[in-house]
């Protein structure tokens, strides 16, 4: 691991919380929709990237929403509270609840409420008649965690599974969670002014992941979605979109949406057909958002990720003056890599 000085990673902890948020701001116009035309997104983005010009920000959504919620908790408190990340979940979904949640994880935030949080991580058990929620919900939101256990990797693992219990009892709902705060971890610890060896970055992941899954009843989900990915990773332009799709997948389904968006981020380190930008950042949203599906949370996540490798100063100032919140995402980052120096 490359040694990452102070200030770089300061710019790495903007870059996450900032990266994440564009990716949620400029995929959710897309949501739902199956595949979404090369040529269109580079007008989109070239538009929103070219010179400033005054329009209404592009929202955030529940992803951005609950990931503010980690965030401000992680600040207020200086340690992981599932109590009050619970607390702070259902204050902001009642205070704003158009912000498009997952159709189910609502009736937790219910539950929570009617049972004065006797139990914060009960409600997450009784979802789907007991089988619990395998979706992305809880990877979508675990960025500032991943930041704030950057020097613990045992923790970290111990947390995230934590906080996606929270909402996510499915083993694929949190294991999906731990694999995109692995993801996180280790974009953080790289140096990027060195070459990404992508395939040493996924062979990694591999091998945590075998760690983690080795405890479970099905031990090979995200190891077999992995490997999958490597081999698409070393097609590189042979692989096209509907296959990546077939493949990778691009649903709320945890599994089929954070190795996705782990492979957009590897993907885009090099250029893609019909993507023209220099910059590798708004490379791997515009072609995570390509991808169709849901297109909020894979460029969410693999906002994050590529923000948490390049660091902030690669985003698009333009870029960012088009989303909504990007200041408020700004000090969340500063403030949790001052909490983190100094623990
Ligand atoms: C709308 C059957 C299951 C399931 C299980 C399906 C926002 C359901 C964000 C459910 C993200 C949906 C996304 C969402 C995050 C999950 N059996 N179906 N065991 N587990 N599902 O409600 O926070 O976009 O169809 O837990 O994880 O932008 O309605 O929410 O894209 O996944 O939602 O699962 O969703 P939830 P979430
Ligand atoms: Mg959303
Ligand atoms: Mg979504």
Request: glycine letters at 8%; proline letters at 4%; a negative charge.
């Amino acid at each position: 691991m490359a040694l990452i000085d102070s200030i770089l990673l300061a710019s790495k902890f903007r870059g996450c919380l900032v990266g994440g948020l564009l990716g949620d701001c400029l995929g959710a116009p897309y949501e739902g929709d199956y595949r979404i035309p090369k040529t269109v997104l580079q007008k989109y983005f070239d538009t929103l990237e070219g010179p400033y010009f005054k329009s209404p920000v592009k929202q955030y959504t529940d992803d951005s929403a609950m990931t503010k919620c980690i965030a401000e908790s992680l600040i207020a408190q200086e340690r992981f509270d599932s109590l009050d990340i619970a607390k702070r979940f259902v204050k902001e979904y009642f205070g704003d609840p158009r912000r498009g949640y997952g159709e189910q994880v609502v009736e937790i935030f219910h539950k929570l409420r009617v049972q004065k949080f006797g139990d914060p991580f009960g409600p997450a058990k009784e979802q789907f008649g007991g089988a619990g929620s395998y979706a992305n919900g809880g990877a979508m939101r675990v960025a500032p965690l991943a930041l704030f256990c950057h020097s613990d990797y045992n923790e970290l693992i111990n947390l995230v599974e934590q906080s996606a219990k929270l909402t996510h009892t499915h083993q694929e709902g949190y294991d999906g969670t731990i694999l995109q705060a692995i993801a996180v971890y280790q974009s953080l610890h790289l140096d990027p002014k060195e070459k990404l060896d992508t395939q040493n970055f996924s062979s990694q992941l591999i091998e945590k992941m075998s760690e983690i899954e080795e405890e479970d009843d099905n031990p090979y989900p995200y190891q077999t979605q992995l490997e999958k990915m490597q081999i698409l990773l070393d097609k590189k332009e042979d692989a096209d979109d509907e296959e990546v799709q077939r493949i990778m997948g691009n649903t709320v389904a945890a599994l089929y949406s954070v190795p996705t968006a782990i492979f957009c981020f590897l993907r885009a380190c090099a250029p893609i057909p019909e993507i023209e930008t220099e910059n590798p950042f708004r490379r791997t949203i515009q072609y995570a958002i390509s991808l169709g599906g849901d297109t909020d949370t894979i460029a969410n996540m693999a906002g994050a990720i590529a923000g948490a490798y390049y660091g902030y100063s690669v985003i698009s100032e333009n870029l960012q003056k088009h989303c909504e919140a990007t200041e408020q995402f700004i000090e969340y980052a500063d403030k949790l890599h001052k909490i983190t120096a100094s623990k």
